[in-house]
């Protein structure tokens, strides 16, 4: 069974930062590429940022670019998200996702860890 | 950056009715090299991760009822609900994979009439 559990998320005051992680099982991690997500407390979905399997082929939202990193370790399985200058407009759900087998939608989510950013 | 613009915001339909969601993209997400369109449907349940219902435009994920359904094409897409089950109450997001934005529509909020 596939499985993405998230962690790492917490209250940050403004402008600091915070790593978050995804740890991955039940499929071979380092064959797929993965994708963060959030969710605005009540609001809908944003795609943030993608990496591809092997780690060589990044891409930002405009919203995060500059600010946040996505990156991989395919030897522990584990996909990470590196958040820096936050601001309370951050202040979300961060989901990862799993690309499908055929294309490049989410076949797979975590169940998400929540981010505060305040004061 | 595709926008896609889901209508309406929100539905109210009865149980065991028709429910119709529309998607709409601000380009084309049809690849013409393969004639596959990179569009998705999602649902999320209060309190749960979104959930894959459909891919390519109309390709059922594995295990999804077969009262969902997915139509269109380059930049007018639907999801379908042929009969609605109280089960299905839940906000659905379409999403393009076309572009390496992968951006969602705002979502449509569906409840029982």
């Known amino acids: 069974e596939v499985q993405l559990v998230e962690s790492g998320g917490g209250l940050v005051q403004p402008g600091g930062s915070l790593r978050l992680s995804c740890a991955a099982s039940g499929f071979t991690f380092s064959s797929y590429s993965m994708n963060w997500v959030r969710q605005a407390p009540g609001k809908g979905l944003e795609w943030l940022s993608y990496i591809k399997s092997s780690g060589t082929i990044i891409y930002y939202a405009d919203s995060v670019r500059g600010r946040f990193t996505i990156s991989r370790d395919n030897a522990k399985n584990s996909l990470y998200l590196q958040m820096s200058s936050l601001r309370a407009e951050d202040t979300a759900v961060y989901y990862c996702?799993?690309?499908?087998?055929?294309?490049?939608?989410?076949?797979?989510w975590g169940q998400g860890t929540l981010v505060t950013v305040s004061s | 950056d595709i926008v896609m613009t889901q209508s309406p915001d929100s539905l109210a339909v009865s149980l065991g009715e028709r429910a119709t969601i529309n998607c709409k993209s601000s380009q084309s997400v049809l690849y013409s090299s393969n004639n596959k369109n990179y569009l998705a449907w999602y649902q999320q349940k209060p309190g749960q991760p979104p959930k894959l219902l459909i891919y390519w435009a109309s390709t059922r994920e594995s295990g999804v009822p077969d009262r969902f359904s997915g139509s269109g094409s380059g930049t007018d897409f639907t999801l379908t609900i042929s009969s609605l089950q109280a089960e299905d109450v839940a906000v659905y997001y379409c999403q393009q994979y076309y572009t390496t934005l992968y951006t969602f529509g705002q979502g449509t909020k569906l409840e029982i009439k």
């Open positions: 996702a799993r690309e499908g087998d055929s294309g490049s939608y989410a076949s797979a």
